[in-house]
């Protein structure tokens, strides 16, 4: 059912109609409840990822959340109660807020208290050795982390965690631990030198690596497709493979607006949702508004 926005063959300047803005809209919206969040299943209590996926796709689409102060109240209200804690917590709280420009001293200095009472005990932000397996990479909270102090502007031992970082870059020019690469960590290691502006080492065999990932044809699920484009924007490449990449997303839509994790099997989801806004804004594809720029 995707084809029916397309104003144009697949190719790097695609253009969708005005339709497919307004019926993903429609989804994300569908998902905010009474409480102030949202939630895929759309049943309470809302979630803090899921607020966050939904306030950053609206985004993606260069769009507005219906009700923002109310989505302010969820987070202010899941601060009080201290339901948004830790790293995550302190990163999910910033990120929902600084895109509804809501960012408050009082919030800042939440997050820097959250960071510092995680940091005793970790490299880089992460328990190395405690990583659940369905913790998508042992770099994910770290490059959360560097996002909230760079954003808010604190203190960041740039040196460090850059060292903990590299500590994780293979042979084969990906990133991941035990000597075994995978996309998501090469997609946050490149973002986190990204927000601390140093070149990384061997980004050229960085580069080989995901290209090799590209033409083996591995990626079989979206958020696979959201870590590869992502890393090579990191890099500042493009894909080899526009149309694929697009007709790939646009296939995992389905009928209510929301995206799966694949074209053939999967609900939509807010995640998902997030992550086929993002790939397809990195290709430069146009949602008919007004202005609309890479990301």
């Known amino acids: 059912?995707?084809?029916?926005?397309?104003?144009?063959?697949?190719?790097?300047?695609?253009?969708?109609?005005?339709?497919?803005?307004?019926?993903?809209?429609?989804?994300?919206?569908?998902?905010?409840?009474?409480?102030?969040?949202?939630?895929?299943?759309?049943?309470?209590?809302?979630s803090g990822l899921d607020t966050y996926f939904a306030v950053n796709g609206l985004s993606l689409l260069s769009a507005k959340p219906e009700s923002p102060e109310t989505i302010e109240g969820f987070v202010v209200n899941g601060l009080r109660k201290g339901a948004l804690t830790g790293l995550t917590g302190a990163f999910i709280s910033v990120a929902i807020l600084n895109e509804l420009g809501k960012v408050t001293?009082?919030?800042?200095?939440?997050?820097?208290?959250?960071?510092?009472?995680?940091?005793d005990r970790r490299e880089g932000f992460e328990i190395v050795e405690d990583i659940y397996i369905e913790v998508s990479s042992e770099l994910e909270t770290t490059y959360r982390t560097v996002w909230l102090l760079t954003t808010i502007g604190a203190a960041l031992d740039k040196q460090g965690v850059t060292a903990f970082t590299l500590g994780l870059l293979n042979e084969d020019g990906g990133y991941g631990r035990n000597e075994h690469s995978t996309l998501a960590s090469t997609f946050y290691a490149t973002g986190i030198h990204n927000l601390l502006g140093v070149n990384g080492s061997n980004r050229a065999g960085t580069r080989d690596y995901l290209r090799k990932r590209e033409k083996k044809g591995q990626v079989q699920f979206i958020e696979d497709l959201f870590w590869l484009i992502g890393s090579m924007t990191n890099l500042g490449e493009q894909t080899n493979m526009p149309e694929e990449t697009a007709r790939f997303v646009l296939e995992c839509q389905r009928q209510g607006g929301g995206f799966a994790r694949s074209p053939v099997i999967g609900i939509p989801t807010l995640e998902y949702t997030f992550y086929a806004l993002s790939i397809l804004r990195r290709l430069g594809v146009a949602y008919n508004v007004d202005s609309l720029t890479k990301a």
Not at 36 to 43: D, T
Not at 107 to 119: D, F, S, T
């Open 105 to 119: 001293e009082d919030v800042e200095h939440y997050a820097l208290n959250q960071i510092a009472n995680a940091h």
């Open 1 to 46: 059912m995707s084809y029916q926005f397309l104003e144009a063959k697949f190719n790097t300047s695609l253009r969708l109609n005005s339709l497919f803005k307004k019926i993903v809209v429609n989804y994300i919206e569908s998902c905010h409840l009474e409480d102030g969040g949202y939630f895929f299943a759309r049943i309470p209590p809302s």
